[in-house]
């Protein structure tokens, strides 16, 4: 399925309902849907006031975004985080880590 054929209207519908980490990996597929993804969604980037740089960890290091959503009582609002990126040191494999993709007609290893 190829996202740049739909409607411009179908594509944004879209991006709505993706999270932030997938529309932050989908953006380095191409040019053209990095400059697609940064035109639909300008009010959801303009909203984000900072990103957050996390280390608690040697081995862990987390990218993430503070957002504030509504209380289920209404009462007030929650200052929720969403993760973009997690960079961990490697571990220790078994059979299970990785998983093959035919890309363009070469499998490859992802993890």
Not at 31 to 54: A, C, D, E, G, P
């Amino acid at each position: 399925m190829q996202l740049s054929k739909f409607p411009y209207l179908v594509q944004r519908e879209i991006f709505d309902n993706m999270t932030n980490f997938n529309l932050f990996w989908l953006s380095f597929v191409s040019k053209n849907m990095k400059t697609l993804i940064k035109s639909s969604q300008i009010v959801r980037f303009k909203s984000i006031i900072r990103v957050m740089y996390q280390s608690a960890f040697v081995d862990k290091r987390i990218v993430s975004i503070p957002f504030k959503t509504q209380s289920i009582m209404g009462t007030g609002d929650n200052l929720r985080m969403e993760e973009i990126m997690g960079i961990y040191d490697h571990h220790e494999e078994s059979e299970n880590d990785y998983f093959q993709l035919n890309v363009s007609g070469k499998m490859i290893d992802f993890r």
